[in-house]
């Protein structure tokens, strides 16, 4: 059995023609995971043949605008599209319920014209949401999965999560935005995939406006992501969800940069990139 983790979006919040919004999808066990939901998230799975009925669970490393801005196209997708009743898990950290409350009050009318419409439809969307500290948050012998999760360090934004997916020996861990720190170390222990969010600081430096300076402290750099990896014995890094958005003909450059670092294998994140372990 294998595990396969597909990039579902690569991209930075700034809108791009070729990046979706961050989230990957992993599919371990008959099971399917969808870690973050950004922009275009349900383009992205309708082109790996998945649609929201079929989701295990969605679990949210932040609640980061750019993470969660199709959490909403889920839920609804979900709703309307299950012949019965289909509650959806969303584990993410503290404030997850505030957040998906608040979208389930802005979906409040389009909730009334459809219990309105349909006759079979009694109940709006059913969800199941757990927030987390860290922890084992999904423990599923009948699939071999199991995924722990961990506090990152990603201030001034927190609580945020790490999340190492188990199943049969394989480990894919999604380790998020955020900087080196124990709970990602942990997370990554021996990993077969680590999946991480990366900034070039050289290139963001030389753009003259300050939020977007900003985004250096709080973001591993390529360097502090190899580092990561190599630290931990990873065998394959897959640098995603790039700031600022590369060029088209920029991947060589981050990977060699990765590379400097990191002795395993460097992985380019592009939309839809497949990584099966
Ligand atoms: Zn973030
Ligand atoms: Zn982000």
New binding site residues.
């Given amino acids: 059995m294998t595990v396969e983790v597909t990039l579902l979006g690569t991209g930075?919040?700034l809108p791009s023609a070729d990046r979706a919004g961050?989230s990957t999808l992993v599919r371990a066990g008959g099971r399917t995971y969808l870690f973050d939901a950004?922009r275009a998230v349900g383009l992205r799975l309708a082109a790996m043949g998945v649609a929201a009925p079929q989701l295990t669970a969605i679990l949210l490393t932040?609640l980061?605008s750019?993470?969660i801005t199709d959490l909403n196209d889920m839920i609804t997708g979900r709703w309307v599209m299950s012949p019965g009743p289909n509650p959806l898990p969303i584990i993410g950290p503290g404030h997850t319920s505030e957040v998906v409350d608040g979208i389930l009050a802005m979906l409040g009318p389009d909730i009334g014209y459809r219990l309105a419409h349909h006759e079979d439809l009694t109940e709006g969307p059913a969800l199941e949401v757990t927030e987390s500290a860290g922890g084992v948050v999904i423990d599923d012998p009948d699939s071999g999965v199991r995924i722990i999760a961990a506090p990152t360090d990603h201030r001034p934004v927190e609580p945020t999560l790490g999340y190492r997916i188990e199943c049969e020996r394989r480990v894919v861990v999604i380790g998020?935005?955020g900087v080196p720190c124990a709970g990602l170390d942990e997370l990554c222990a021996g990993a077969d995939v680590y999946v991480q969010?990366v900034l070039r600081e050289d290139l963001v430096r030389q753009i003259p406006f300050q939020r977007f300076l900003d985004t250096i402290d709080y973001?591993s750099t390529v360097l502090q992501a190899a580092d990561t990896a190599e630290r931990n014995g990873v065998r394959r890094l897959v640098l995603t969800?790039q700031v600022p958005t590369p060029a088209a003909d920029a991947a060589a450059e981050w990977i060699e940069l990765a590379a400097s670092v990191f002795s395993g294998e460097v992985i380019w994140g592009d939309d839809l990139v497949t990584v099966t372990v």
Avoid: A, I, L, N
């Fill in positions: 930075s919040p961050p950004g932040h980061h750019d993470h998020g935005d969010t973001h969800h």
